[in-house]
Nanobody, 129 residues
Framework: QVQLVESGGGSVQAGGSLRLSCAAS????????MGWFRQAPGKEREGVAA????????YYADSVKGRFTISDDNAKNTLYLQMNSLKPEDTAMYYC??????????????????????WGQGTQVTVSS
């Protein structure tokens, strides 16, 4: 079965960096939409970034542009999120998500939770000031 497992979360001070990983298994990692979402306490889950693994197009939330970079390694079936210049407001549980069809990986839909078929369990990121 499809499985997404996140890792790399932790506690850092403001201005620090973390790299999240999402190991995918149970399907052929090829042309999909892979996304990172986050959810802070009391808030809705929001899209952070996404990548179309078939062509490399990337999408970012305005709040993380210039600080976060999404990438993937097809050979390792792994998705990454490099997070630099972290701020306290980046504190949240971070989730990896997969849209196996890849049909809706566009600027218009990438941040919509409904297009993603599978979700990981999440990894906690805490940024202190």
């Amino acid at each position: 079965q499809v499985q997404l497992v996140e890792s790399g979360g932790g506690s850092v001070q403001a201005g620090g960096s973390l790299r999240l990983s999402c190991a995918a298994s149970g399907y052929t990692y090829s042309s999909h939409c892979m996304g990172w979402f986050r959810q802070a306490p009391g808030k809705e889950r929001e899209g952070v970034a996404a990548i179309y693994t078939g062509g490399g197009s990337t999408y970012y939330a305005d709040s993380v542009k210039g600080r976060f970079t999404i990438s993937d390694d097809n050979a390792k079936n792994t998705l990454y999120l490099q997070m630099n210049s972290l701020k306290p407001e980046d504190t949240a549980m971070y989730y990896c998500a997969a849209d196996l069809s890849g049909l809706y990986c566009s600027g218009r839909y990438w941040h919509s939770r409904g297009i993603y078929n599978y979700w990981g369990q999440g990894t906690q990121v805490t940024v202190s000031s």
